[in-house]
Structures are given as structure tokens and as C-alpha cells.
Antibody, heavy 123, light 109 residues
Framework: QLQLQESGPGLVKPSETLSLTCTVS??????????WGWVRQPPGKGLEWIGT???????YYNPSLKSRVTISVDTSKSQFSLTLSSVTAADTAVYYC???????????????WGQGTLVTVSS | QSMLTQPPSVSAAPGQKVTISCSGS????????VSWYQHLPGTAPKLLIY???KRPSGIPDRFSGSKSGTSATLGITGLQTGDEADYYC??????????FGGGTKLTVL
């Protein structure tokens, strides 16, 4: 059974950089059949797609966050990571990592999710 | 403002049926598969429907999906109190981004 687990600091100061890692176990990380992605949910708001990464390192980002986001992969550790720079209180959210199966190179769904991790931006 | 439009809330009595709409455009729903997610507080979102109308293993057939043109619909029959949750539609967009609907809060009266 595939499992994803987010890890990283739960508290980040304003203007600093948020860094999270997602560790994938129980399945093939370096498969050409999947993207890996990050989604967040600010308190009281809906789901927001942050971005996705392929095992080769190619990425797609939410245009509203693109200037501050980097998603990278470490295939040797079956991990992918999120960094979000210059954070503000508006970046306070539960952050989820997830898998996206591909069909004809387009992602079709989020089928496996991590449990989520709350990141609070506060001094 | 989301590229996919959902009603903020729907409600129905236990045992009844409810539908949740998701309206998009030709750059997303019109050309890509739609998926639906159930999100309960404090838990990870759960895939309910994929490829517009398919259910993953373990999802009861009370949940159904359909798509027509640039809109999609989630149907839930035989409503149970445990179905109270937020529901999101999602799909890929031609501009190479994933889009979620704004979410619909289901209340089982």
C-alpha cells in the first residue's frame, strides 16, 4: 500500500522560507506513470493546488505562487520537497503531498494523499 | 476565484439524494477528466470519483459522477450523516495547471 508522509517545521517566521518534504513508501517513486504534488488548505478556505513534479525534476506551478515556490525530487530517497519563500500569515495552511497518475502525460486525479501537516506562519 | 465553480453549500435530509455541480470551461473540464474528493475536517481528502464517472475500490455506489460539455456533477443517494463533508471537483487545465473547485459543504439535515 502506497504511503506518503509530510515532514517539516510546523512554525515558520514571516518573510522566511517554508520547507517541507514528502517521503513515499510502498510503491515506485521513479515511475513514468505519475506526477507528485503539493496541495494546501488555509484555515476556513478550500483546497489550493501548489504544484507538481515529475521524477525527472520537471515541474508545474500554480501561477499565483510561482515566483515563490520550488518543488524538487530526490529519487534516491523516494522524496519530493516543497520550498515557499517570503512567507506571510496568508501561507498558514495544512499542506498535503499526493500522487497524481498520468494518462497520455496529463494528470487525471489525486489518488493517494499524505495525512497533511499544519504550517503556521507567525513571529 | 476558482476556475471551477461549485455551489458553496447544499443540504438534504437523510436518505435523500443530492447533486453538486462543477462548472468549468473548454480549457479544463471540456477537455480533461474530472475527479471528485470528499474532505472531512482533520483528514486527508479522499478520492470519490475519477475519469468523470468511475469509483475507486471501496467507494459505495451511492456516489456517482457525470460530465457533460464543460460541467460535471457529483451525485450522492441515500444520504447518511457520515456524508457531511466538503466536496471538491478537480481537473487539469490546458494552461498546465491543476484546478480545484471552490468546494461545496454538504449538510445532512
Amino acid at each position: 500500500q502506497l504511503q506518503l508522509q509530510e515532514s517539516g517545521p510546523g512554525l515558520v517566521k514571516p518573510s522566511e522560507t517554508l520547507s517541507l518534504t514528502c517521503t513515499v513508501s510502498g510503491g515506485s517513486f521513479s515511475s513514468s506513470n505519475y506526477y507528485w504534488g503539493w496541495v494546501r488548505q488555509p484555515p476556513g478556505k478550500g483546497l489550493e493546488w501548489i504544484g507538481t513534479v515529475y521524477y525527472t525534476g520537471s515541474t508545474y506551478y500554480n501561477p499565483s505562487l510561482k515566483s515563490r515556490v520550488t518543488i524538487s525530487v530526490d529519487t534516491s530517497k523516494s522524496q519530493f520537497s516543497l520550498t515557499l519563500s517570503s512567507v506571510t500569515a496568508a501561507d498558514t495552511a495544512v499542506y498535503y503531498c499526493a500522487r497524481l497518475p498520468l494518462r497520455y502525460f496529463d494528470p487525471v486525479k489525486f489518488d493517494y494523499w499524505g495525512q497533511g501537516t499544519l504550517v503556521t506562519v507567525s513571529s | 476565484q476558482s476556475m471551477l465553480t461549485q455551489p458553496p453549500s447544499v443540504s438534504a435530509a437523510p436518505g435523500q439524494k443530492v447533486t453538486i455541480s462543477c462548472s468549468g470551461s473548454s480549457s479544463n473540464i471540456g477537455n480533461y477528466y474530472v475527479s471528485w474528493y470528499q474532505h472531512l475536517p482533520g483528514t486527508a481528502p479522499k478520492l470519490l470519483i475519477y475519469d468523470n464517472d468511475k469509483r475507486p475500490s471501496g467507494i459505495p455506489d451511492r456516489f456517482s459522477g457525470s460530465k457533460s460539455g464543460t460541467s460535471a456533477t457529483l451525485g450522492i443517494t441515500g444520504l447518511q450523516t457520515g456524508d457531511e463533508a466538503d466536496y471538491y471537483c478537480g481537473t487539469w487545465d490546458r494552461s498546465l495547471i491543476w484546478v480545484f473547485g471552490g468546494g461545496t459543504k454538504l449538510t445532512v439535515l
